[in-house]
């Protein structure tokens, strides 16, 4: 079966420095891969996906993660955070491994950028 | 493009009761698919509706049900509410890979 892991329940960080959350999978077949982030009393917001092709994968508001197949890893990365990127983020994979299927979650990490 | 819209924003309920929450998806969007979200579990799959047929469940009891229409908007219920259903409700459509979230319903059972 399909799983996820964050392993962090929480990353703290200081604005302007690197950030870092880190996530792992286990999947039968090609891996479908997502992060999301949400803000408190909201939805879910869409980041980045891997797929296919390049390892490091460019989303949203700055945001890149790295595809590791070897270490079936997808951090989620961003090289200046900012006070605005505390909200809790979630890696998913697609049950299925394709397009179809439903989004396996981690637990979330709550990332906490101080001034 | 309109994002996915859920109704209502917020319900409380009394145990026993049932209630129905609602999605509309993006225009176009034939996928939508249901999650529950709970400090405890985290969040957990529902289920998927596409082209008015389910086409996945995950694993909750007969108390949660759903359905959607030929517009693709999609209704979930819950009957026989328990004290353990208050969560946020959370609807997905999707196209291609990517599924988009609503804000979702936060349901309170008291």
């Known amino acids: 079966a399909q799983s996820v892991a964050q392993p962090e329940d929480q990353v703290n960080v200081a604005e302007g420095n690197p950030l870092t959350v880190k996530c792992t999978y286990s999947?039968?077949?090609?891996?479908?891969l997502f992060w999301y982030v949400q803000y408190p009393n909201r939805g879910l917001q869409f980041l980045l996906k891997?797929?296919?092709?390049?390892?490091l994968v460019k989303g949203s508001y700055g945001f890149e993660a790295e595809f590791n197949k070897s270490q079936t890893s997808f951090h989620l990365k961003k090289p200046s955070a900012l006070v605005s990127d505390s909200a809790l983020y979630f890696c998913?994979?697609?049950?299925?491994?394709?397009?179809?299927?439903?989004?396996?979650f981690g637990k979330g990490t709550k990332l906490s950028v101080k001034p | 493009k309109a994002g996915v819209t859920q109704t209502p924003r917020y319900l409380i309920k009394t145990r026993g009761q049932q209630v129905t929450l609602s999605c509309s998806p993006i225009?176009?969007?034939?996928?939508v698919s249901w999650y529950q979200q709970t400090p405890g579990q985290g969040l957990q799959f529902l289920f998927e509706y596409f082209s008015e047929t389910q086409r996945n469940k995950g694993n909750f009891p007969g108390r949660f049900s759903g359905r959607q229409f030929s517009n693709s908007r999609s209704e979930m219920n819950v009957s026989t509410l328990e004290l353990g259903d208050s969560a946020l409700y959370l609807c997905?459509?999707?196209?291609?890979?990517?599924?988009?979230f609503g804000q979702g319903t936060r349901l309170t059972v008291v």
């Open positions: 891997y797929i296919t092709g390049d390892n």
């Open positions: 998913a994979v697609r049950e299925y491994g394709g397009s179809q299927g439903n989004l396996i």
């Open positions: 997905a459509s999707k196209e291609a890979t990517e599924a988009f």
């Open positions: 999947v039968s077949g090609n891996p479908y």
């Open positions: 225009s176009g969007h034939r996928s």
